[in-house]
């Protein structure tokens, strides 16, 4: 059974900071991995989507790569701000389902 | 488009009592899929269809669950009868299947007293 991992559960840093966020998983034979926002009391939503051909995905400060072999996926966030303050999920699917499972998400408070 | 709409947004109500929790999905897209979010398990499956049709409903926890989607546009998740231990964030979702991008509504909050 797919696990999804992703430590730290709650991140707090100064504005400016650069900072990764990780995600790990038990079983490599993936096919897409997608990484998610949850502001409070809202819905999801999506970040990057990185397929099982791909290494990463980039948009704007925002940079996601995947290592299958090593179980991890990583959020790499450049020069944080006060609205980046979020929870951020991992998702992914196994080869031919489309069934996503989550990690239990990082709590990410960047402080002004 | 105006996303994935679901509702209500809130409901409470008294243990025993019907539920039934509505979400449009976004026009165009052929899967849909349930979703239960707690603090203690994080986000759950429930169940998921393609083109209307349920894939997999291993998720439901139990025959007090159930879901339809009698088209493209609609689908319900009904809990008869509600129970406390079933009080959540109930989210609908959708994507176009050849994407793989996952697109949710923003979730009804259900509190069973």
């Known amino acids: 059974k797919q696990e999804v991992t992703q430590i730290p559960a709650a991140l707090s840093v100064p504005e400016g900071e650069n900072l990764v966020l990780n995600c790990s998983f038990t079983?490599?034979?993936?096919?897409?991995l997608q990484w998610f926002r949850q502001d409070p009391g809202k819905g999801l939503t999506s970040l990057l989507l990185?397929?099982?051909?791909?290494r990463e995905q980039t948009s704007g400060r925002l940079n996601a790569s995947l290592d299958k072999s090593s179980g991890r996926s990583t959020l790499y966030i450049a020069a944080s701000q006060p609205g980046d303050s979020a929870t951020y999920l991992c998702?992914?699917?196994?080869?031919?389902?489309?069934?996503?499972?989550f990690g239990k998400g990082t709590k990410l408070t960047v402080n002004p | 488009d105006a996303g994935v709409i679901q509702s209500p947004r809130h409901e409470v109500t008294e243990m025993g009592q019907e539920v039934t929790l509505r979400c449009k999905p976004i026009?165009?897209?052929?899967?849909l899929f349930w979703y239960r979010q707690t603090m203690m398990r994080g986000l759950e499956l429930l169940i998921y269809?393609?083109?209307?049709?349920?894939?997999?409903d291993s998720g439901m926890p139990e025959d007090r669950f159930s879901a339809k989607m009698p088209n493209a546009s609609f689908s319900t998740l009904k809990i008869q009868p509600s129970e406390p231990r079933d009080s959540a964030v109930y989210f609908c979702?959708?994507?176009?299947?050849?994407?793989?991008?996952?697109?949710f509504g923003e979730g009804s909050r259900l509190t069973v007293l």
């Open positions: 026009s165009g897209h052929n899967s």
């Open positions: 079983d490599s034979a993936i096919y897409n």
């Open positions: 990185i397929q099982s051909s791909q």
């Open positions: 269809f393609n083109n209307n049709v349920p894939i997999d």
């Open positions: 998702a992914l699917d196994q080869g031919g389902s489309e069934k996503l499972v």
């Open positions: 979702a959708s994507t176009l299947r050849t994407s793989g991008e996952l697109f």
